[in-house]
C-alpha cells in the first residue's frame, strides 16, 4: 500500500503565519496515529467502512482527485515557492522547466500509457480477439484496434523521475558538492506539554477527519475497484497508518498515511502488486542510507513541471474511480459532497453534508412507504383524501 505525507498537517506546518516546529509536528502525527490505531484495533474502522454509502465516498474521491489535477495544472503553469505555499509568476516556455519541458513530458506520458488502461480492462471492454475455440493461448497484445502500442511495459513514472534527476545536476552542478556520503543521525525528538496542545489543536484536528476519510475508508475503496481479487480490511489499514507514524514520528519523520492518490497515482503508471511499492522503498531506503538529509539539496532543483505532470494524472485516476455511480440520485449525493469538499477545502466538510443530505434522500423514501402502508386497506375515498 503507498505511504504519502499527511495532507492537512503539512499545510498547517508551512502555510499558516506562525509555522508549526518539528516537536510540534511530531506531536500531532503521533495524536493522529494513535486515533487511528484505536479505531482499527477496536474494529471501529471497519464498522465505519461498511455503513458509509458509496456515493459519499465517491465524492470525496472525487474532490481529492480533482484537487490534486488543479494543483498539478499549477505546478506546470506557474513557478512555485513551496515554503510560502504561493504560486509565483507564470513559468517561461523555454529552459530546463519551463513549459516546453513539462508539455512535452505530459504528451509522452498520454502517448505511452493511454487512458490508463491495462489489458484486463481492454479484456472485459471486448477489444481483445478471443482466443480460438478449445486453445489455452493467450493473444498477448492481439488487439481489434488497427494499432496496439505495447505501452503498459514502458515504466513512464520511473523514466520521468530519471529526467528529472538529471536536470537536478544540469540545472544546478554545484550540489554535486554539497552531497555527503552516510545516513543522518537519528536521535529522539523531545516534546513538551505545549508541543503536544498546539500540535493536536491546529494539526491533528484537521488532519483525522482526513485520514479516516482519504487515508482508510477512499483507499480501501480503491483498493477493491482496482484490484476485486484482493480484499483489503479497514481495520488493518487503520492500524497499518497509527504503527508506522507510532514509530516514526518519534524521530523526527514526517506524519504519513495510506492515499487514495497515492494508490491510484501508482495503478495509473503501472503498479499492480506489492512488488512495485517495495521497489519504492528499497530505492528510497538506499539514497536514505547513502546520502541522508543531503539528498534534498537535490530534490530542491527538481523540476517542478515534471511533477506536476506526475500529479496531475494522479489525480484524474482517482478522481475516475466515481464513474462508476448508476443512478442520477447517487451521482447527485456524489457531486454535492465534492462541490462542498472543494470550495469548502475540507473533506470532512463535504462528507459530512454528503451524509446528511443522503439521509435526507432515505428518509423522503421512508415517508412515501410509511404512507402508502397507512393507506393500506383503508377505503378509496379516504386514500384519495376525500
Not at 486515533?35 to 467502512?49: C, D, E, Q, R
Not at 457531486?335 to 469538499?341: D, R
Not at 446528511?356 to 434522500?361: R, S, T
Request: aromatic share 8%.
Amino acid at each position: 500500500m503507498p505511504v504519502q505525507p499527511m495532507k492537512s498537517i503539512a499545510a498547517v506546518a508551512i502555510s499558516e503565519s506562525t509555522p508549526l516546529s518539528i516537536p510540534e509536528i511530531m506531536a500531532a502525527g503521533l495524536s493522529t496515529a494513535a486515533v487511528l490505531f484505536l479505531l482499527g484495533a477496536t474494529g471501529l474502522m471497519s464498522f465505519l467502512y461498511r455503513f458509509i454509502p458509496v456515493p459519499v465516498v465517491r465524492g470525496v474521491q472525487l474532490s481529492q482527485g480533482l484537487s490534486f489535477a488543479f494543483s498539478a495544472i499549477k505546478y506546470i503553469r506557474y513557478d512555485q515557492d513551496f515554503a510560502a505555499a504561493k504560486s509565483g509568476g507564470p513559468r517561461p516556455w523555454l529552459g530546463l522547466d519551463g513549459l516546453v519541458l513539462a508539455l512535452s513530458t505530459l504528451l509522452f506520458v498520454i502517448l505511452v500509457t493511454g487512458s490508463g488502461e491495462n489489458d484486463e480492462d481492454r479484456h472485459r471492454q471486448g477489444q481483445f480477439e478471443s482466443p480460438p475455440h478449445g486453445s489455452s493461448h493467450r493473444p498477448h497484445g492481439r488487439c481489434r484496434r488497427r494499432s496496439c502500442i505495447p505501452s503498459s511495459r514502458i515504466p513512464a513514472a520511473l523514466l520521468l523521475f530519471l529526467l528529472g534527476l538529471v536536470l537536478c545536476f544540469v540545472r544546478d552542478p554545484s550540489i554535486i558538492g554539497d552531497l555527503r556520503f552516510g545516513p543522518s543521525k537519528l536521535q529522539i525528538v523531545r516534546m513538551t506539554w505545549d508541543d503536544w496542545k498546539v500540535g493536536f489543536l491546529r494539526a491533528a484536528i484537521p488532519q483525522i477527519p482526513l485520514s479516516v476519510l482519504n487515508s482508510v475508508i477512499a483507499v480501501c475503496k480503491l483498493s477493491a475497484d482496482l484490484f476485486p481479487d484482493r480484499q483489503v480490511s479497514a481495520a488493518a489499514v487503520s492500524v497499518s497508518v497509527g504503527l508506522m507514524n507510532l514509530v516514526g514520528c518519534w524521530f523526527g519523520a514526517m506524519p504519513v498515511c495510506h492515499g487514495a492518490g497515492g494508490l491510484a497515482g501508482q495503478y495509473r503508471f503501472g503498479g499492480r502488486s506489492g512488488a512495485s511499492v517495495l521497489f519504492l522503498a528499497v530505492g528510497k531506503l538506499a539514497l536514505g542510507l547513502a546520502f541522508g538529509s543531503s539528498f534534498v539539496r537535490i530534490l530542491g532543483q527538481f523540476p517542478i513541471g515534471i511533477l506536476g505532470v506526475l500529479l496531475l494524472f494522479s489525480g484524474i485516476e482517482l478522481a475516475m474511480a466515481s464513474r462508476d455511480m448508476g443512478t442520477k440520485e447517487e451521482s447527485f449525493v456524489m457531486l454535492v459532497c465534492a462541490a462542498v469538499s472543494l470550495t469548502g477545502s475540507s473533506a470532512a466538510l463535504g462528507f459530512g453534508c454528503g451524509i446528511v443530505l443522503y439521509l435526507l434522500l432515505r428518509l423522503r423514501e421512508l415517508d412515501c412507504y410509511s404512507l402508502l402502508l397507512a393507506n393500506r386497506g383503508a377505503p378509496i375515498g379516504e386514500q384519495a383524501g376525500v
